[in-house]
């Protein structure tokens, strides 16, 4: 079988490629995560972790990465200095909150860079965690250094990080449509409800009754009301762009789908500001941001299209009755909403091509 | 075969049933029309029409519903004088709007009464209907005296009509859980925006590409921004129990189900106005509602415990963050938006028990 | 709420109603059994048992049944005595295989007639159980007894019996199509294949990871190669109608709809048999079946038609290239490949009329 | 935009790709193609065709590809001369059989080579197209010269060809599994039955009712039986393995997903073959092959680990109770079925690495 040849004569050579861990791979987000380095160029796969999967290969956990250039690698359990030991040089961490900070500590005590999934890194205020995920922060000295990995708006402070709080799906679909509004002081903070559709992937992979196919199959709901807890990073990064405290409904649903966010954002303008500005403000942000798709007034933003790839799509309307702007986007939730965007974060901080291993459709 | 002798044992005798017509028969919501009169205990089906289908059997167009007793009926076309010569003494109407109207203006002068599940008579005024349905009104004559059939709301003023518009799909899910709130001065008007989320047969069943299972499986999009044209209905009924002209946001999607409609609507509570008034007015209003199912603080209404009947499930909750009542409300369109109750109004019009032939689970 | 009043009316009296129990009601055959036995005309629902949702109400564990007459009915545990105090003359059993059979043992002592769902009466061999189901029949005393309940070929063993053996969901599929053509001498035993295709729902309500939306969703695989235990009880029958011992290939695979099995069954025909024979086969055999549907030579059965009833479509084709029958048939496995089948067998056991609370559609 | 600079650095250099036009690509398979061909290294895609969509850009038509690098390109109407002029060196067919023959005449004598994707090239027979597709040959003299694109069974006659039939889907998934154990002389030719169960795809984007979402959603069914187009290359096929005519039963089926082919193909195992003889044919055939992925003895293949991929997942099983095998293939129906094999077969005529803008999981 001569894959491997003919895979290395497209890739960067073997020695320049990155050494990449995965720490807590069995999931969904690691699965996704695995899809994409198995085939990013510059990426060489030296760990992968799982407690429940270790001693097996990729493959035989994900039989659809079978044949892949690094299909063969072997689970281990998530040990720092067996991870270190692997050479890598950089981790994605898909793990639970609470569990992600403590190993992460450790990594970037051995040198490692840290992509982080989970989002004991998002929150700048370890009172917030706290009130939101209902215990102590288990690393708050961290939270100072960790960026917000949003890469459309702090690109700078991503290629310096050593430690990257990649954020949750949700809040990428809510911020992105929103941010460059309430910078420009188009729209009114206190207005703001975003109702969101998420496919069934982002519940993870664990045995639940409530996720079984005939339970969610022909099922259509809302859950997590009132105060989701993605609601605090999402209102964290609203207010240091409205440069006011910012509170905003937050209404999610889960539809039968298996992978996919559509949001759909109203608030109302501020006095003022016209429609056009609307258009103009999203231009202003995103006109050459390789991973946001502007489709304009009127455009209705649909999963279909974005689906296993790391676009968002953002249309927008405006509607004179009410003088409230809608702002509808989509994304794949496991996707630019987790794995998509941790890589475009680590195509930042390596100093690769933004679109580097991102560009599939 | 002995299923006719059986059926008949159970239903009432054949001459004690009501001659009933269906014009328009062939589409999702003649279907559903089909499915419950087919078994209703005081029906007889004497008419189904459809200009495509003319001359099969139900049982040919619906295979479905081979071996239902009535299931041998042909299809005819839809001829007011024929019609009337079946011996109906009612007629259901599940036409494009527009069309509507003239059959039943017909069908009224040959002494039936009418159930029209299009958009024709749901408007009081004229104007409005042309405004959002682009086409003068075509019997403004007769919107004087048709009845907006929410068997709910207005109980007497169904059981004495001659001819009842039955609400559309998205308001049902709108209004009945916004009415009772808007009657008891609970919520600023000003601040409802409602976000609906509808399975695929409320698109019709025509061949359009948009409707083929590859286009809306694995999709989630929002359409028909910002001006849907159920808004006219919807707000010339939540204006009704205002007492003020309201003007709201309405956020229809299309999700990858068959059936169902799901609405997530927000509301500032006024000043004065307690969370607990909320569930309080509710109970008030539905206690007694032989369809309505609430379910209470908390309760996150679920498109899969509705489909196929003709309950429609409410619950709610309070956000302190944004002072906010969020409604969550799960029907299906085909039933309670459609098909189920226009039954529903048929039984309050005849005298008979408000659940005959709709308690299926 | 005046529901009750208007459902006893067209009710039998309550007082000559049927006492029944249904044992292990929490999974999707016991949903489905609740379901039917709601709102069946002859029924008095006394006892449901599960021991993990006891204490809890019907319309509590599934919120579909909320406001169905009996749904306040509250969950025990599977007790023989509290189940025979609740003046149950039949109990329905939805449990496990090894499990059904000492709790259908203890419920016949205490005078109950018995419809167990489980695999345990279905063969009339305990060696051949032990086979395939890897443990000693735990009754086999009581196998003598039992009546494998196929309403359609043993009517007057099911009015009689004490205990009837409903058959599982593939085998019901397969055997009505081809019992007939056996009995006919129309086809060649050693050639017959049975491919099926079956919803979720058939791997029961249980937390397992191969069963979540996102594992069957956009998926199709065959499993239970090549030996699946239903084999036991189909080559059974098989072998009965045919008078000669019957092995055949039978193909089970898993696609994702909630519910519904589609099996298509090829079969040399024998040599002088005649193609047209097929069809009259059929037709004498079913022609007067409340629940079996002739679609006719070219017939393709679709599960869409049949799920949440009662009936068994059945088409056929011929192949005059491979001198081959080609059986299609679709039900839905909770509806006559398990709860409704099972409600058959209650109607004829009771003298009721058969379609008696199954007419559905 | 930065995206055309960083895709350009990975990719050849502009010049030595391969002038590539597709032709009729606005239905599935066209969308299928386009996907590959926009990202594969070593092709430059000059034309796109398509009456209905001629003006519009590929993004416009299919948003999903919108900021890929050639997503401007504009579709314009399928003339030979247009086409040749773009500079194209070869074409991709995706047209319906009938209308691709006259094209591919008219491309092939302006120096184009062709892979045609319809089925005007498959047979070798022109008096079996005529029997099959209802109408003679469009063009019998090339069927001398156009070579059954199979990449795995003709690797040499491809690399040379002129002019590539590219096989079906259904064939794909039936003979890649039994061709090796026909050459092998391990099964009875008479004895072979296929079952496919098929994705929704298959049937094309074109609006009729038969494909819409609530008539393929919650369904499955047979179709095209006894005798399905596909019936004669799979045969054409299987006999030249065979060495004599061989005649097959298959049984396609369509199943609510977009994408996939699961088929189980059974046959009896000749007198003196052991089933260890079967895992060694297969291992024989396909053990180097890129896009052959072997599950062994009892591997169930899955849809979901083949679905956007080129590759075909193939397990087997014996039955000693019938002496059959069982195999058992899944693929992408638009992936190894059509679009991706077609562009192994484009790889192969142009000299590149087999796995060349294939490798994506």
Redesign the interface.
């Known amino acids: 079988?001569?894959?491997g040849k003919?895979?290395k004569?497209?890739h960067f050579k073997s020695m320049n490629r990155i050494q990449t861990a995965i720490v807590g791979a069995s999931g969904?987000t690691g699965m996704e995560l695995i899809?994409l380095l198995?085939?990013h160029?510059a990426v060489e796969l030296t760990a992968v972790t799982s407690r429940q999967e270790m001693g097996k290969s990729i493959a035989a956990v994900f039989?659809?990465?079978?044949?892949?250039?690094a299909a063969t690698l072997t689970f281990i359990a998530p040990d720092p200095d067996t991870i270190a030991a692997t050479g890598a040089k950089v981790a994605f961490l898909a793990l639970p909150h609470g569990v992600a900070a403590e190993i992460a500590r450790a990594l970037l005590e051995r040198g490692l860079r840290v992509i982080d999934l989970s989002a004991d890194f998002r929150l700048r205020d370890a009172a917030v965690y706290e009130e939101f995920y209902g215990h102590p922060h288990p690393a708050p000295d961290l939270l100072q250094e960790a960026v917000y990995g949003l890469p459309e708006i702090r690109t700078p402070e991503i290629q310096a990080a050593r430690l990257v709080a990649s954020p949750g799906c949700y809040p990428t679909s809510i911020l992105l449509p929103l941010l460059p509004l309430l910078q420009e002081n188009l729209i009114d903070p206190e207005t703001i409800?975003a109702?969101s559709?998420s496919?069934?992937?982002g519940a993870g992979?664990?045995?639940?009754?409530d996720?079984?196919?005939?339970?969610?199959?022909?099922?259509?709901?809302?859950?997590g009301?009132?105060?989701h807890r993605h609601l605090s990073e999402i209102e964290q990064e609203l207010s240091l762009a409205a440069r006011q405290k910012v509170?905003?409904?937050f209404?999610p649903?889960l539809?039968?789908?298996?992978?996919?966010i559509?949001t759909?954002t109203?608030a109302k303008l501020l006095p003022g500001a016209s429609p056009a500005a609307i258009g103009a403000a999203l231009e202003k942000a995103y006109?050459?941001a390789?991973?946001v798709?502007l489709?304009g007034q009127?455009g209705?933003?649909?999963?279909?299209?974005?689906?296993?790839?790391n676009?968002i799509?953002i249309g927008w309307?405006?509607?004179p009755?009410?003088h409230?702007v809608?702002l509808?986007s989509?994304e794949d939730n496991l996707g630019k909403g987790a794995g998509g965007q941790a890589v475009q974060s680590f195509n930042l901080m390596f100093g690769l091509?933004?679109?580097?291993g991102l560009?599939?459709?």
Request: aromatic share 10%.
């Open positions: 079988m001569q894959i003919h895979v004569s497209w969904y899809r198995l085939t160029p039989p659809r990465f079978q044949k892949a250039p409800a109702n559709m496919g069934v992937s992979r664990k045995a639940d009754l996720y079984l196919f005939c339970e969610c199959n022909e099922s259509a709901r809302a859950y009301i009132p105060k509170t905003i409904s209404l649903h539809i039968p789908v298996n992978a996919g559509v759909t109203t006109a050459t390789p991973f798709r489709l009127g209705c933003a649909d999963t279909k299209n974005v689906t296993r790839t676009f799509d309307q405006y509607d009755r009410t409230r809608i509808m989509a091509n933004p679109t580097d560009l599939n459709f």
